[in-house]
């Protein structure tokens, strides 16, 4: 199984931009790149995926290296509301398989 | 929508007991999910369903745990019989495409 690893945890000042990294070295061609969030005492939750090209929507980000063993969420101003437990996950294009790693806890400090 | 609906929210039982989680997926949702969350273990897959078909259990614990889908709109994650190590957090989620939608937790305790 392709598999990511991420940083145990990482911290934010509020108002501004992070990055949170993930690799994934043995992604297959066709794997999709999602990454989803945990608020404290809640589901996961979407926030984005991609699978070449760099993404953008409402919430964050994404950027994904050219040879694709790497990818980056960007949260451009962090704000309290986005601390929480950021997981990375590589999704087989063939079908929905989804299994969370360890993820990223993120505090934001005001 | 109402979004993914699971219950009990909470539920606390003793050792030996049969414990039923439900779900109600998002109508329309293909996709279904189960999902334990434990500090030491994280969030696991335990099995998920397409079409109401079960497509890989691989991850259920051991024969004391099942699932069943019998209808688009409804699911039961059953243990029988429970174990303190089976507390937990029992989350349900449907998809339809590429998001998945996560219920807010069944919370287990099992005494």
């Known amino acids: 199984d392709a598999k990511t690893t991420q940083p145990n945890s990482m911290e934010s000042n509020e108002e501004e931009p992070v990055h949170l990294p993930c690799n994934h070295s043995?992604?297959?061609?066709?794997?999709?790149i999602h990454w989803y969030r945990q608020l404290p005492s809640q589901g996961p939750e979407y926030v984005i995926h991609?699978?070449?090209s760099n993404v953008n929507n409402r919430m964050a980000s994404l950027a994904i290296a050219e040879d694709r063993k790497s990818s980056t969420l960007i949260l451009h101003r962090a704000t309290l509301r986005d601390a929480a437990v950021y997981y990375c996950?590589?999704?087989?294009?063939?079908?929905?398989?989804?299994?969370f790693g360890a993820g990223t806890r993120l505090t934001v400090k005001p | 929508d109402a979004g993914v609906i699971q219950s009990p929210r909470h539920e606390v039982t003793e050792m030996g007991q049969e414990v039923t989680l439900r779900c109600k997926p998002i109508?329309?949702?293909?996709?279904l999910f189960w999902y334990r969350q434990t500090m030491m273990r994280g969030l696991e897959l335990l099995i998920y369903?397409?079409?109401?078909?079960?497509?890989?259990d691989s991850g259920m614990p051991e024969d004391r745990f099942s699932a069943k889908m019998p209808n688009a709109s409804f699911s039961t994650l059953k243990i029988q019989p429970s174990e303190p190590r089976d507390s937990a957090v029992y989350f349900c989620?449907?998809?339809?495409?590429?998001?998945?939608?996560f219920g807010e937790g069944s919370w287990l305790t099992v005494v």
């Open positions: 989620a449907s998809s339809y495409g590429n998001t998945i939608y």
């Open positions: 043995t992604i297959s061609g066709t794997d999709y």
């Open positions: 991609g699978l070449t």
């Open positions: 996950i590589l999704r087989p294009h063939n079908n929905n398989d989804m299994r």
């Open positions: 109508s329309g949702h293909d996709y």
């Open positions: 369903f397409n079409n109401n078909v079960p497509i890989d």
